[in-house]
Every structure is written in C-alpha cells, then in structure tokens.
C-alpha cells in the first residue's frame, strides 16, 4: 500500500515539475459572459456524448438481453434515465441561453 502512494505522489510531483505554464488566449475569452457560455458548451457536449454512450449501453443490453426480464428492464431504464438525463441537459442549456440573452440586453450589452 505504501509502495503505490509513494510512486504516485513521486509521479504527480515529477509531472509538476516539469509542467510548462500555459497561458489563455486573449481573443476568446473577452469577457465573463463568453466564458461562461463557452464552459456551458462544452458541458453539454460532454453530457451529450454520455448519454449516447448510455443509449448505445441500454441498447447492446437490450439486444443481448435474450428474453431475461430482469436484463431487459435494467437496459430500458437505462434508456429511459438517459434519455432523462439528455432531456434536463439541453433544458437547462436553453434557459441558461435564454437567461444570458435577457441580461445582456438588460445591462446594454451586444447580444
């Protein structure tokens, strides 16, 4: 046990010590609002390609399933709560793109 500590705090401080500074770039993140929106937009690509991960999951498991029921539900809830999941992602994408709209015209900003 304090063998694998050892060698993982030994590569964690080598990684940091030979890590080069990375700097943002100016251009893309002008203001808080674009960096918002871009961090929003990469979550939801994120989110969006689990639960296909998870449809494609439910999908195998419903195919291979072979008429066991207890296969068979798991791999339809499992369908059904990504599809859930998808469906909470992209509302809350639209209303944070909705909300953001509002308040830049509200504050007198370019939309």
């Known amino acids: 046990m304090n063998k694998k500590i ?3 705090s030994s590569v964690a401080i080598t990684a940091l010590m030979f890590a080069s500074p990375v700097y943002a770039a100016a251009a893309d993140v002008t ?10 937009q990469i979550l939801v690509t994120i989110a969006g390609l689990i639960a296909a991960g998870f449809f494609v999951w439910g999908g195998i498991g ?7 029921p207890e296969s068979l539900d798991r791999s339809k809830k499992t369908i059904w709560y990504s599809a859930i999941g998808l469906a ?15 308040a830049t015209t509200a504050f007198g900003g370019t939309p």
């Not at 674009?34 to 961090?39: A, L, P, Y």
């Not at 195919?63 to 066991?68: A, F, L, P, Q, R």
């Not at 909470?88 to 709209?101: K, M, R, Y």
């Open 62 to 68: 419903y195919i291979t399933s072979s008429g066991n």
């Open 6 to 8: 050892i060698t993982l």
């Open 31 to 40: 203001s808080v609002q674009t960096f918002i929106k871009s961090v929003i």
């Open 88 to 102: 909470i992602v992209l509302g809350a994408f639209v209303l944070t793109n909705i909300v953001s709209g509002l």
